[in-house]
């Protein structure tokens, strides 16, 4: 099992930036892909970020790429979404996820609000 609790969360103007914390305890994440995705109300949950386990490489939702950074700490068993110039569009939960193989783990979620 993987217990994940995301931080970082709040309330930001329109340009702003957060950083969003996901640590992770119960397993060592190092060989699991860690993503980041978001739910607005009344939408689906969207793909924001993921970091591969295997050589790092990322991926970004096509809405935060250029503005969205993610990154991992394996030695802290984090991972981190920097966010910057942010927009009212990225309102929403964030959550945290922990992928191996066909197992998902899930974070609780921390809201974002950006106001214009």
């Known amino acids: 099992q993987v217990q994940l609790v995301e931080s970082g969360g709040g309330l930001v103007q329109a340009g702003g930036s957060l950083r969003l914390s996901c640590a992770a305890s119960?397993?060592?994440?190092?060989?699991?892909?860690m993503g980041w995705f978001r739910q607005a109300p009344g939408k689906e949950r969207e793909f924001v970020a993921r970091?591969?386990?295997?050589?790092?490489?990322?991926d970004y939702g096509d809405s935060v790429k250029g503005r969205f950074t993610i990154s991992r700490d394996n030695a802290k068993n984090t991972v981190y979404l920097q966010m910057n110039s942010l927009k009212p569009e990225d309102t929403a939960v964030y959550y945290c996820n922990a992928q191996q193989s066909v197992i998902n783990y899930w974070g609780q979620g921390t809201q974002v609000t950006v106001s214009s």
């Open positions: 119960g397993r060592i994440i190092s060989s699991y892909n």
């Open positions: 970091i591969r386990w295997s050589g790092g490489s990322t």
